[in-house]
């Protein structure tokens, strides 16, 4: 267990936090993604971080509802966002979900809502530049194939394709580009609402093909910085009947079982 | 077929006999192309003016960077390494190879012979560029027509590339192989009657390729004149004809590239815009005291026809030229749904064409009943998108087919509510618990206890 302060505690207290750590729905609710939720606050505590969360006051960004078409309910939830985290003054926000950041960097201001909004993967990047985390003795992934699988919203959508690689780069690993990467990523499968609905008639589902390339560059570890990745590339492993010999991680649990922090 | 060509030689000496005549011709010849272009462009205009109006200017420093760098620089063009750089030289061949045309023209007009050769030294490094341009042209072409003729490689197939896509592209290719052997040969045939002294051939020009043609071409001065002559035509009458063909073709990105780089959308490919008239009501739906201000009567959430985009999304469609780098990269056409990017342009193009043909035949207020979704597009289509933006990564010329198929889902769920029961269940869980799955909030910070 990690104390994790909340905006109303901080606000109690009259302290303001550096940044506030959004965590998003499946962050919040999906056991897997609440791992990687649990690591990355445990990055920011073992950093000396002020940070917050909104706790139960958070609320879906609304991106799933603006990219299956109901602009209504997105424009809903961000302005009922807008007005929590406005009352709260925030100024710099850090999630682990593209999505979340997308939605909150781009679609945001013109709403209303203006800040600083960075990806977890930079913040660790950031962390790691000044020192305040390990840059070497990578020992539980030394010698090991990693491949970073670059989410839609984080890579084409914003551009961000180092700052994940950056953070793999300190590990000791042997790192391996899949043939389709950065720009030519190729999706999960999950992205505008696909995770929320079957998928249409066709030969095979996307996460399937995406662990092709996968198996193709013979990595032991999935480095992936989204929990909706995370979940497509695990269903994918598991349909290879390959949990044994892949791990799907992310990118802030890569990082805190390099700093022993799990 | 005998006779036809004894009138092509009796139609030719008489026009080289008489330059007046020639000159008359040509005029009349160039005037008819240009007039006929400028129609077919103000259709083109009109059909795209159907969409509804956005503002694309601002950040002009940056769209103007964009369209040099996008469209006259072709920097998306070498994702793709063969196509790409075949594409260029093809690409600069054309651009360098209309200085000769601009010759042509004076010439015609005025009817002088290579007007431009008083340029001497100068002159002759421009025809020999322009030589050398035109080979690596039939290259370029050759290695296109074997890509989709003997290679047949599968960027070039699918659902929407039926007979007249696949023709347009061989058209196009064929006619650009007649334009620069026309080209060729009528340099190559000046050359002869240069070295044989014949009169108005004075010597200018170098002809680095064409020279190896001579020896197929014939002693006879006459003839000679007549091949010179009649290829000078051809290459004329043929790039007149060609400009013409353009806006019933693919073809045509070759000039809508430019607009549709510098209007291309800016922000970040994650941003979706948001939709003002849906902010105007949520506002006044959180906060009683807010006056929406007054919206057209006849204005819908997203798009079911083309007249629901707006003209850059409309441009973007006449501005497609059929590579198929998008659907070729979309994950969902990859695993074999019906999505298919390309297609979703070809649609928009040809629904808006067919708009335009109404209104020729019927006057503007005519509907015939039929819509893009649905006649054109299918919901299977516009659901099996995940909005990875791969296909606006690959587009080489800034084309977004994402933001169409996000206007025609935005017709479906708030228009009509006809969306699959798992999205409604996504909907109503965000809006009762505030998280897509059905989760109570009251659990949302339970991950801080575990």
């Known amino acids: 267990m990690i104390q994790v302060p909340t905006m109303a505690d901080m606000m109690a207290a009259g302290e303001e936090p550096e940044v506030l ?17 649990q690591a990355f606050a445990k990055i920011l505590t073992h950093c000396n971080i002020k940070f917050a969360v909104l706790g139960t006051e958070e609320n879906c960004t609304g991106d799933p509802a603006k990219r299956a078409g109901n602009e209504f309910l997105f424009q809903m939830q961000a302005m009922m966002n807008i007005e929590v985290l406005n009352g709260y003054n925030i100024k710099k926000i850090v999630t682990a979900c593209p999505h979340c950041f997308n939605t909150i960097k781009n679609e945001y201001p013109n709403l209303g809502g203006h800040y600083e909004v960075i990806h977890h993967t930079q913040l660790i990047q950031e962390l790691i530049d000044a020192g305040k985390l390990k840059t070497e003795n990578g020992e539980p992934f030394k010698g090991k194939k990693i491949t970073y699988h670059d989410p839609c919203y984080l890579g084409r959508a914003n551009g961000v394709y180092e700052a994940p690689r950056k953070v793999l780069e300190v590990l000791d690993a042997d790192l391996v580009e899949m043939k389709r990467c950065k720009q030519n990523g190729l999706c999960c499968g999950a ?4 995770m929320f609905k079957e998928p249409e008639k066709g030969k095979k589902d996307v996460n399937i093909e995406r662990i092709d390339d996968v198996l193709e560059s013979k990595a032991e570890v999935v480095a992936v910085g989204c929990p909706f990745c995370m979940t497509m590339m695990k269903d994918g492993v598991k349909h290879f009947e390959k949990e044994q010999e892949i791990e799907v991680l992310d990118i802030a649990e890569i990082t805190a079982r390099n700093n022993n922090l799990i | 077929m005998h006779s036809f060509f004894k009138l092509i030689i009796y139609i030719s000496s008489i026009i080289n006999s008489n330059t007046m005549l020639a000159q008359i011709i040509f005029i009349l010849a160039f005037t008819l192309a240009i007039v006929a272009f400028t129609i077919s462009i103000r259709k083109i205009i009109r059909n795209i003016n159907l969409g509804k109006d956005i503002n694309r200017t601002d950040h002009q420093a940056e769209r103007w960077k964009n369209m040099l760098k996008v469209a006259l620089g072709q920097s998306k063009m070498t994702a793709r390494p063969v196509a790409g750089i ?6 600069v061949g054309f651009i360098i190879i209309n200085i000769e045309v601009l010759e042509i023209i004076i010439d015609g007009v005025f009817g002088t012979h290579r007007v ?6 100068f002159y002759n490094f421009l025809i020999a560029s322009f030589e050398i341009l035109a080979l690596l042209v039939l290259l370029g072409v050759f290695v296109f027509l074997a890509r989709r003729l003997v290679l047949q490689l599968k960027r070039f197939s699918g ?47 170098s002809f680095p390729v064409s020279q190896f043609i001579l020896p197929l071409l014939p002693t006879d001065i006459n003839t000679l004149i007549f091949i010179e002559r009649f290829c000078w035509w051809f290459h004329i009458l043929g790039i007149l004809a060609f400009l013409n063909y353009l806006p019933f073709s693919k073809h045509f990105h070759i000039i809508l590239a430019f607009p549709n780089t510098w209007y291309a959308k800016l922000a970040p490919k994650g941003e979706f815009n948001n939709m003002e008239t849906v902010s105007h009501e949520v506002k006044a739906m959180l906060n009683p005291s807010y006056t929406p201000p007054a919206i057209e009567a006849n204005n819908k959430f997203g798009a079911k026809d083309v007249q629901d985009l707006n003209w850059v999304q409309l441009m973007n469609a006449y501005t497609c030229t059929e590579c198929g780098r998008c659907t070729s990269s979309c994950p969902a056409n990859i695993t074999g749904k019906l999505l298919s990017p390309r297609k979703i342009m070809m649609d928009t193009r040809d629904r808006m064409e067919e708009i335009g043909r109404n209104i020729d035949k019927h006057g503007k207020d005519y509907h015939d009943g039929k819509s893009l979704l649905d006649d054109y597009i299918s919901r299977e289509e516009i659901w099996a998108c995940t909005t990875c933006n791969a296909c606006v990564e690959a587009c080489p010329v800034n084309i977004d087919p994402l933001s169409i198929i996000l206007d025609l889902r935005r017709y479906a769920v708030m228009e009509e509510s006809n969306v699959t029961g798992s999205l409604n269940a996504m909907f109503s869980n965000i ?19 575990k």
């Open chain 2, 431 to 449: 809006e009762n618990n505030g998280a897509p799955w059905k989760y109570s909030p009251a659990d949302r910070f339970n991950w801080a206890n």
């Open chain 1, 21 to 37: 750590f959004w965590v998003g729905c499946a962050g919040s609710y999906d056991e897997r993604a609440q791992r990687v939720t």
């Open chain 2, 159 to 205: 659902v929407e590339m039926t007979a007249w896509p696949k023709s347009d592209a061989i058209y196009i290719l064929v006619i650009e192989v007649l334009l620069m052997s026309a080209f060729l040969t009528m340099n190559a045939a000046d050359y002869k009657l240069q070295q044989a002294g014949a009169s108005h051939y004075t010597l200018a020009g």
């Open chain 1, 191 to 194: 992205g505008g609402a696909q």
């Open chain 2, 86 to 91: 075949m594409h260029i030289l093809v690409y």
């Open chain 2, 116 to 121: 431009f050769s008083f340029l001497g030294g």
